[in-house]
């Protein structure tokens, strides 16, 4: 298959691993071997929007698709499938818990999907959720995603399928359901301290949506809505704090695991600090 491969990251709604996702593939900005595009609806993600954004997308001729949504399940991120199955193109979609409903279908429909069980919903009550709280929310979960681990999942089993194309073979779809213990088992600490603090900084930002759910959906009192999605949002920070006493420790030990990009696309390695990444080839990551 020639280069570049065209990478195309359709956006509708917005998680925490969606914010940064097209960055994950080309750090540097230097890789030679892919060009992504990316088309978003912003916070909305209903059918109209699907449709724009998947109209969009389909302009620039894509090779890989990436979806990345709140529950995929819902009529607008479904609708977007649709459109973009079309294509012949293989899509990968990126979601949350919620979209668990949905992993039998989107087998069915030879999709892959990376489900982030700890990218969590914030509380969007009016009362409490304003664009800053908006903004500290996405922070504090993007420090949990990155440190834990599952950015480091994201940029692997996306760049094995960018490999794949290149080779010109059928790529292997990623079929992952995230938790913690894969999570931080992709994050390579190697100091135990600092796997047990990410994985309960994953856990706690997983638990985050009982209560932003419960916040937002269940409770009809705004007296005691407040109150539950402030304590939602209060756990978020404590596991980026927890996130990051996790780097720290690492950093502590010089063993910080970095995956930083060739701009021939292979994935490099390296731990000190002091040291120059390693060529390890994407299959041994």
């Known amino acids: 298959m020639s280069l570049p491969i065209k990478v195309c990251v359709a956006k509708i709604g917005n998680i925490g691993s969606s914010v940064l996702l097209e960055l994950l593939l080309d750090e540097r900005a230097d890789r030679e071997d892919i060009d992504v595009r990316v088309v978003s609806s912003?916070?909305?993600?209903?059918?109209?929007?699907?449709?724009?954004?998947?109209?969009?997308?389909?302009?620039?001729?894509?090779q890989l698709i990436l979806i990345a949504s709140p529950n995929a399940s819902l009529p607008g991120p479904l609708r977007l499938r649709e459109i973009l199955s079309k294509s012949g193109a293989p899509i990968i979609v990126v979601s949350d818990a919620?979209?668990?409903?949905?992993?039998?279908?989107?087998?069915?429909?030879?999709?892959?999907?990376?489900?982030?069980?700890?990218?969590?919903?914030?509380?969007?009550?009016?009362?409490f959720l304003d664009p800053v709280e908006m903004a500290l929310f996405n922070a504090y979960i993007l420090k949990v995603l990155a440190i834990t681990g599952v950015f480091n999942i994201l940029q692997r089993e996306i760049d094995t399928v960018i490999e794949a194309l290149k080779k010109g073979e059928e790529p292997k779809l990623p079929r992952l359901v995230?938790?913690?213990?894969?999570?931080?088992?992709?994050?390579?600490?190697?100091?135990?301290?600092?796997?047990?603090?990410?994985?309960?900084?994953?856990?706690?930002?997983?638990?985050?949506?009982?209560?932003?759910?419960?916040?937002?959906?269940?409770?009809?009192e705004w007296e005691r809505y407040v109150g539950i999605v402030a304590a939602a949002h209060e756990m978020i920070l404590s596991a980026s704090r927890l996130a990051a006493e996790a780097r720290e420790l690492e950093k502590a030990g010089d063993s910080v695991y970095r995956t930083p990009h060739h701009r021939d696309g292979f994935i490099l390695e390296k731990r000190r600090l002091m040291e120059k990444p390693l060529r390890i080839g994407i299959q041994k990551v």
């Open 178 to 220: 995230v938790d913690k213990e894969t999570a931080v088992k992709a994050a390579g600490f190697q100091n135990p301290y600092a796997r047990a603090k990410a994985m309960a900084a994953f856990e706690i930002a997983r638990r985050v949506a009982d209560l932003t759910t419960e916040g937002c959906f269940v409770i009809k």
């Open 98 to 127: 919620p979209t668990r409903k949905v992993e039998k279908d989107l087998e069915a429909q030879g999709i892959g999907y990376i489900i982030v069980l700890a990218d969590s919903m914030l509380g969007a009550r009016r009362e």
């Open 42 to 62: 912003g916070a909305k993600l209903g059918v109209a929007q699907a449709e724009d954004v998947a109209t969009k997308l389909l302009e620039f001729k894509p």
